[in-house]
Every structure is written in C-alpha cells, then in structure tokens.
C-alpha cells in the first residue's frame, strides 16, 4: 500500500534560518504529491502541490520538488519567519481509492525570534 | 466562502453517552472524509464518502457511525462514547474520485474530551 514518511520533529530553528523538511513516499502508481500546513488551533490547510514527476510547486516562500527517482519531496524555505511557525504535513493522492490520500505523521516547526 | 464548517467546535462528554459531529461543505464536492488526529499518530481515516449516497470504513472505523445526508453534508456519530475516542476529528472534502491532482479541504475540528 502506500506510505509517506517525514523528518521526526519537533524542528526548532532561529529567525531567518535555512528549513528542510524531508519526505519520502512509497505509491504504486504516479500519485500527486502535497504538503499542507496546520496551525495551532485550526484545521489542515494546502501549503502547494506537484502532480508529476519533475514538477516544483511553490507558495508563501515555500518550495518542494517531485522527485520520481528518489521517491522524494522536501519542503524547503530560504529564510523562515516567527509566523512559519506551525506541523507541516506531506501527503499523497492517486486517482483511485475514492481520492483518498496518505498522510505523513506531520512535523512541528518553531520558529525563535 | 465558509469552505467546510464542522460543529460543535468543542464538546465534552461523558462516558457511554453519545453524539453527532456534523459537517458541511459549500464547494459542490463529491467526496467527504472524517479524520482523527491524535497526538504522535498524524491524521488517521475513519470513514469516507465518495459520492452522495456511499460510505466506506477508513483505517479506524469502530465505534463510529456515518450518515452522508446529501451532498454537502457527511456527519459522524459516536453512539457510546469511550476515552479512548477522546480526539480532534476533522471533516475534510474534495472534488471527485479520480482527481488526484485535487486536494482535501479541511474543517477547523472537533475537539471532544470524553471523561
């Protein structure tokens, strides 16, 4: 079946800082790839987004990149902010299976003044 | 735009007693979900609903039932509530079966608190 696994957390990092969030997938066909973003106190929200191989989708500062051959998709932002501060979830989607999708088990992030 | 609207926001609950979360979407999606979110343990699926008038049990389906009402709403219900169901449950919605490129779009939850 398939599987997503992130980086274990909690990821705690200064103002300005350089963030990577691993995220590797293991899918029987050619999903889509997503990762959401939840703050305290509200539901799951999309961050951005790939469908394909090779695809970077991006959003907010925010990158990831489809990457088939190592089954991959990091999440990555060049300088990060007190208000990144929130669980990043990577998750995937094929077409069957009712559009269900598989969820990684989220990773905090906190980000210090 | 309300986008998917859960109630309650927050309940708390005595044991064996039971109840109805209740969701809505205004999206004109097909499909719905109900999540769990549990400390340590990520989102896990309870049931779904692909389209209007279908359901189907998720990862964690015991002790829950579900009710796909119409097309916009998918409620869940607890008929004797157990601590161990004590939980932040989301609803969740998207476009259709076999858009894969669609994402899901969540409620802000139900935090319940069984004593």
């Known amino acids: 079946g398939n599987s997503v696994t992130q980086m274990e957390g909690p990821v705690t990092l200064s103002e300005e800082a350089f963030l990577t969030i691993n995220c590797t997938y293991t899918?029987?066909?050619?999903?889509?790839l997503f990762w959401y973003v939840q703050y305290p106190g509200e539901g799951l929200q999309l961050l951005l987004k790939a469908t394909k191989a090779d695809d970077k989708g991006s959003n907010k500062g925010f990158e990831a990149t489809y990457r088939k051959e190592t089954t991959s998709f990091h999440l990555e932002k060049g300088s990060v902010q007190v208000s990144d501060s929130a669980v990043y979830f990577c998750?995937?989607?094929?077409?069957?299976?009712?559009?269900?999708?598989?969820f990684g088990d989220g990773t905090t992030l906190t980000v210090k003044p | 735009n309300a986008g998917v609207t859960q109630t309650p926001k927050f309940q708390v609950l005595k044991t064996g007693q039971s109840m109805t979360l209740q969701c809505a979407q205004d999206m004109n999606h097909n499909s719905m979900y109900w999540y769990r979110q549990d400390p340590g343990m990520g989102l896990r699926l309870i049931y779904y609903?692909?389209?209007?008038?279908?359901?189907d049990k998720g990862e964690v389906p015991n002790g829950y039932n579900v009710s796909r009402l119409n097309k916009r709403e998918f409620s869940l219900r607890l008929e004797s509530a157990a601590p161990s169901q004590t939980s932040v449950y989301f609803c969740?919605?998207?476009?259709?079966?076999?858009?894969?490129?669609?994402?899901?779009?969540f409620g802000d939850g139900t935090r319940l608190s069984i004593l």
């Open positions: 998750a995937l989607s094929e077409g069957t299976n009712a559009g269900k999708s598989t």
């Open positions: 969740a919605s998207s476009e259709r079966v076999g858009r894969a490129d669609q994402p899901q779009h």
């Open positions: 609903s692909a389209s209007e008038g279908t359901t």
């Open positions: 899918a029987t066909g050619y999903p889509s």
